[in-house]
């Protein structure tokens, strides 16, 4: 007897009237679910980039998901405006979105041999965009080549996403994530026209987890505190 499928449990931890640092997404995805998923993210503002910590319950490339690895995608509204950017059905919690950041486990085939890496690439969203599809290209990051934007620790990926290319700005922006076969999950977080992005209390990956960041966006290395 085939025993049934476990429900699918959904928990948001995100900010309520007032924006906090950051959003925080939890997930759990189905027993049988085969792709790696994102399980626990966190992203907020950080001088002139949104930074991301994205926890998949599998490795998000490689051997282990073979051609079935991870295809992620996490929205942004950076204006926090429901009319603008990417436009579905009535009501729909994606509707706003002006970034769209996918991040994929892929393999290049250039070589002699297969190489497998972590993609992201990001698109902006222009208003009225029916499909992310439609957003233009305006970064393509490769963990190889960009470990200042894209950072790789065990299950986690830790991203840093320029939001200065004229992307709309608002003193408070929108997150959406919406894992499959479940709901939308959505938070606030402050704007890059807040004052926040720059303060102390904004976090970014710092050896594999959160520590105070510089401003500017600069990632905090392996350099001594």
Not at 68 to 78: F, H, Q
Not at 87 to 101: F, H, M, T, V
């Amino acid at each position: 007897m085939k025993r049934p499928l476990l429900p699918l449990a959904l928990t948001l931890l995100a900010t309520s009237a007032m924006a906090k640092d950051r959003a925080t997404f939890r997930h759990t995805p189905s027993a049988d679910e085969e792709r790696p998923v994102v399980v626990d993210a966190s992203v907020g503002p950080q001088g002139g980039d949104f930074a991301l910590r994205l926890r998949f319950q599998k490795p998000p490339f490689g051997q282990e998901c073979g051609s079935r690895c991870a295809n992620a995608t996490v929205l942004i509204d950076t204006d926090a405006n429901p009319r603008s950017g990417l436009k579905l059905s009535d009501k729909a919690p994606e509707n706003g979105a002006d970034l769209a950041i996918i991040v994929q486990g892929t393999r290049d085939m250039s070589g002699a041999s297969s190489d497998n890496y972590l993609r992201v690439k990001v698109r902006q969203l222009a208003d009225g965009a029916r499909t992310v599809d439609e957003g233009e290209l305006i970064a393509e990051l490769d963990h190889r080549r960009d470990s200042d934007r894209v950072h790789i620790e065990d299950n986690t990926v830790f991203l840093l996403i320029d939001a200065s290319n004229n992307v709309p700005s608002g003193r408070k922006a929108r997150v959406v994530y919406h894992p499959p076969g479940g709901k939308a999950l959505q938070g606030t977080i402050p704007g890059m026209l807040s004052g926040s992005a720059n303060n102390s209390k904004v976090m970014i990956f710092r050896r594999g987890g959160w520590g105070t960041a510089r401003q500017g966006g600069q990632r905090v290395g392996g350099e001594s505190k």
